[in-house]
């Protein structure tokens, strides 16, 4: 273990409890409540929400403010009796906010109940996709629980994509004496339409519910949509329609009414001419509880928005083009949900009808999560970044077909396409709702891939052509191919793999072609890759990708049942691992070998010839050391990372074992600081700074860095970090992959960064949901389902070892003691024909059958 590293074992492996965040750790806090592909609205560390991003584009926050201020949700308690007392649900408003809300003008759309008087009291504790916020004030009588979450149950991609947040108030008596209270919530209106003065806004009451919100703007129209408040379980007083006069008339009528106990009721519709004003919706309760008795009021949010009036990645290769459209313009494309229900009426309808089941499967996925033996740190890392799937990240078209952002900007998404460079790195969604991720490989190959094989990394939305004018990515178009292998061992499906079998022989010929023509093993040629440079020669990063594709191509050969192409890619393959070993395995880690002579592309040895002492700066500069942005001599820290996507899928890679786990060694020997406060950062540095713990990209330990070394190779990136840590801890290095974990975690602190939000390029960044990677790591969970074959092999043993899994048929958790293996299966089914422990066989009597309720002890000694 690395000298320097900031944590003890016995803090590195004990489980602990998850973190409470509370006073300053607050601040950031906003955790994502919403659907697959389907929009958010965050719950904040004070019990607030902000950030609607419902309308199928991100609002997220530039600062501890929530972005914009035309969405606003509050819920107030009144506690009546001789001396009444009034409170904003909410924590204390966090200093650092206070200058904000003086910045927002006169505050006509949004806001405006910030400064009612609030609890005295907050702390925040996630279990995602459970947020609960505890709040009190000793001069209120009630203590408060909320709890916020939406519908996420693994393999069940409709139910987990619903529009909606749930908060679910819970009221204690802690006095002696009988409490009666009002209990209100209120929304502004969410889609009030495009005229001015929300003047084709329309409300409505859901009898015994609350209330319909929407437009009566035309129906292709971008700003077409409907919302709905509601609470479940009980009959609330319903005001259909807020008083709708200028400046801060509604909130202030509002108060006026929940601070007296007279609040007045309607049915939304206009009794008088006057339509301006602000819009919104409100519901109350009112309950009286005994000494030490509690109730608890779940309120429902929809939201529905059909029309997309947005497009990216089409034949023209723009990156993302906004186009004006009429208001009977069809629209480019349409969210999944609008294929399930027609607005957000039927969307409450639905939950309100399934609510008890919907909560409780959440429930059993999130116990069974959080139930594992693993350290409290992992469950964190691995669970706060499942909230990247329920944020605006991730888009899901009407065909049922995922699309991806890399990341979210303030308000548009940022760089598009499920770019593959990226999301080779995501573990989650293969995992957790398998049938989406296929669709990505679908996506690759049948419509982003040219008749020579090129794969344009950057997919269309909606889906149809893309331009292949931009060189290939090499380590996203090669890590398709591991990531077919892993899709066709999860879902079993081997027609699929016989569809798509042909479309990857032309993927990885293209890719020989391209950057290995003359059959070395190694990526040559100047290859594109997720730094957004080429690296010019063989390098031990992609060329690590290009041997596992290799290996993973024969493997396929095997099952398709080509001889040929088993051999031809197993042999090229087998080449390769060699030539790492030979020439680029120096002093203790795989290098670059950079180099611009001799290839095909002779574009920079012609540079060359071109420039003398008349020539520029960075010419003559770049004559010295050669083309800009390589690593050469330097330890990166995705240096193996071929060899770990082969580790967790199955592949059999020929690279060599003893190699590149003395790799992993120094990489974090090299690039793991414990205190960054002499690092300099000439990039992004927010991402660890100061004497914060972070893994650098790159370090340079015996020298030769070059003068314009990659981009970003002085940063730190979750994603990488969290790749790196289940590699070391995949090839027996735990306290070193733990150590990392540890160290992110510790960052994202709540003051600092939003432990919901790990970000790189935007917010909720896809490439940090490689921590889902831990799981299995820590377990040696795996499961083909297409050998019906189980994994398995704790490297955090203790007597009893406990974890969540998921996979095609099913998901629930396995336990380990010395002498039995139990399967508990939560939903679906798990077939087991062969299972190995610890990488060795154990013979079964017969198959295991697992199903729900139905525990399987397999015993393991006689």
């Known amino acids: 273990m690395n000298k320097a590293a900031p944590y003890s074992r016995d803090v590195l492996k004990g489980s602990g409890a998850l973190r409470t965040y509370a006073g300053p750790n607050l601040l950031q806090i906003a955790m994502p409540l919403g659907g ?24 997220t926050s530039a600062v501890p403010d929530g972005h914009g201020n035309r969405d606003s949700a509050f819920a107030i308690l009144h506690v009546k009796g001789r001396h009444s007392i009034t409170r904003l649900i909410e924590g204390p408003m966090p200093p650092e906010k206070i200058y904000n809300l003086g910045t927002k003008g006169q505050g006509h759309r949004g806001g405006g109940h910030e400064g009612i008087p609030r609890f005295k009291t907050c702390s925040f504790v996630g279990q995602y996709p459970f947020g609960t916020v505890r709040l009190y004030d000793h001069d209120v009588p009630l203590e408060v629980e909320l709890t916020g979450f939406n519908p996420f149950i693994p393999l069940d991609d409709l139910n987990s994509g619903i529009p909606c947040a749930i908060l679910e108030y819970t009221f204690t008596n802690r006095t002696k004496k009988k409490t009666e209270f009002e209990f209100s919530y209120h929304l502004s209106h969410l889609a009030e339409g495009s005229a001015p003065d929300a003047r084709n806004s329309r409300n409505e009451v859901i009898p015994r519910r609350g209330v319909h919100l929407f437009n009566t703007d035309p129906a292709q129209s971008e700003t077409f949509g409907s919302a709905s408040l509601s609470v479940i379980g009980h009959t609330p007083q319903i005001k259909a329609m807020w008083l709708r006069g200028g400046w801060f008339d509604s909130i202030s009528a509002l108060w006026r009414e929940v601070s007296s106990g007279k609040f007045k009721t309607n049915d939304g519709k206009r009794s008088d001419k006057s339509i301006s004003g602000r819009n919104g919706g409100s519901i109350l309760v009112a309950g ?10 779940p309120v429902l949010i929809t939201w529905h928005f059909p029309n997309c009036h947005y497009i990216a990645g089409r034949v023209n290769n ?39 089941s919907l909560r409780d499967r959440t429930v059993r996925f999130k116990n069974a999560l959080f139930t594992s033996t693993l350290p409290s740190y992992v469950l964190d890392a691995v ?6 799937l329920k944020s605006p990240t991730f888009l899901r078209q009407e065909d049922g077909n995922a699309w991806g952002w890399e990341g979210c900007f303030v308000d548009r998404g940022c760089c598009s396409g499920s770019c593959t460079h990226v999301w080779n790195y995501a573990q989650a969604l293969p995992h957790l709702y398998p049938n989406l991720e296929r669709t990505y490989r679908e996506q690759e190959l049948e419509r982003s891939m040219d008749r020579k094989g090129h794969i344009n990394f950057r997919s269309a939305l909606p889906d149809g052509p893309v331009s292949h004018q931009y060189r290939a990515a090499s380590d996203g178009q090669l890590g398709g191919i591991m990531k077919l292998y892993r899709e066709w061992q999860i879902s079993g499906d081997r027609n699929w793999l016989a569809k798509l079998y042909p479309l990857a022989k032309k993927s990885i010929e293209y890719c020989i072609r391209s950057w290995d023509p003359r059959g070395k093993g190694v990526l040559e040629e100047p290859h594109h890759n997720t730094y957004d440079i080429e690296f010019w020669g063989p390098d031990g990063m992609c060329s690590s990708i290009y041997i596992g594709a290799l290996a993973a191509m024969s493997q396929m050969a095997d099952e398709m049942q080509k001889p040929d192409e088993v051999q031809r890619y197993k042999s090229l393959s087998e080449k390769g691992a060699a030539y790492l070993d030979k020439h680029l395995f120096t002093n203790g880690y795989y290098q670059q070998k950079v180099n611009y002579r001799g290839l095909k592309d002779t574009s920079f040895a012609k540079f060359v010839k071109r420039v003398d002492r008349k020539s520029g700066e960075v010419d003559r500069l770049l004559k010295k050391e ?35 786990r003395r790799t992993l060694k120094s990489i974090f020997q090299y ?9 300099a950062c000439t990039q992004r540095p927010g991402y660890a700074l100061g004497k914060e713990p972070g893994l650098l990209l790159c370090s340079w330990p015996k020298g030769g860095k070059p003068t314009l070394p990659f981009v970003y190779s002085d940063e ?14 995949e090839e027996g290095l735990l306290e070193e992959g733990l150590t990392i974990v540890k160290a992110v975690r510790d960052r994202y602190n709540g003051h600092v960064r939003n432990p919901w939000n790990e ?19 820590l377990s040696g969970f795996r499961y083909s389902n297409v050998q019906k074959a189980l994994w398995f092999g704790p490297r955090l043993m203790s007597p009893r070892f406990k974890t969540f899994f998921s996979a095609a048929p099913g998901f629930g958790t396995l336990t380990l003691t010395e002498k039995h293996l139990v399967i508990d299966i939560i939903e679906g089914k798990l077939l087991v024909e062969t299972l190995y422990l610890h990488g060795k066989r154990i013979k079964l009597k017969a198959p295991v059958d697992a199903r729900p309720n139905k525990k399987v002890t397999i015993r393991l000694t006689s």
């Open 383 to 388: 669970s706060a970044n499942l909230a990247i």
């Open 759 to 777: 970000y790189e390029c935007g917010n909720y960044y896809a490439r940090a949901l490689s921590s889902y990677a831990l799981l299995g790591s």
């Open 671 to 679: 690039n793991f600081k414990h205190d960054l406060s002499d690092h």
């Open 36 to 59: 697959l592909g389907a929009g958010n609205v965050c719950l904040n560390g004070y019990g607030g929400l902000q950030d609607f991003s419902i309308r199928n584009k991100p609002e």
């Open 716 to 729: 730190v990136w979750t994603g990488i970090e969290y790749q790196v840590a289940s590699h070391l801890i």
């Open 626 to 660: 050669g083309p800009k942005y390589q690593y050469g001599t330097g330890c990166i820290s995705d240096g193996v990372i071929g060899a770990w996507m082969a580790r967790i899928y199955g592949i059999k890679s020929p690279q060599t074992r003893s190699k590149t």
């Open 288 to 297: 009286t509880l005994d000494p030490g008795e509690k109730i608890t009021y």
């Open 318 to 356: 723009t990156e993302i083009s906004a186009e004006d459209c009429c208001e009977d313009q069809r629209p480019d494309w349409r969210p999944y949900y609008a294929s399930q229900w027609r607005n957000a009426r039927e969307v409450s309808d639905k939950i309100h009808a399934e609510y008890d």
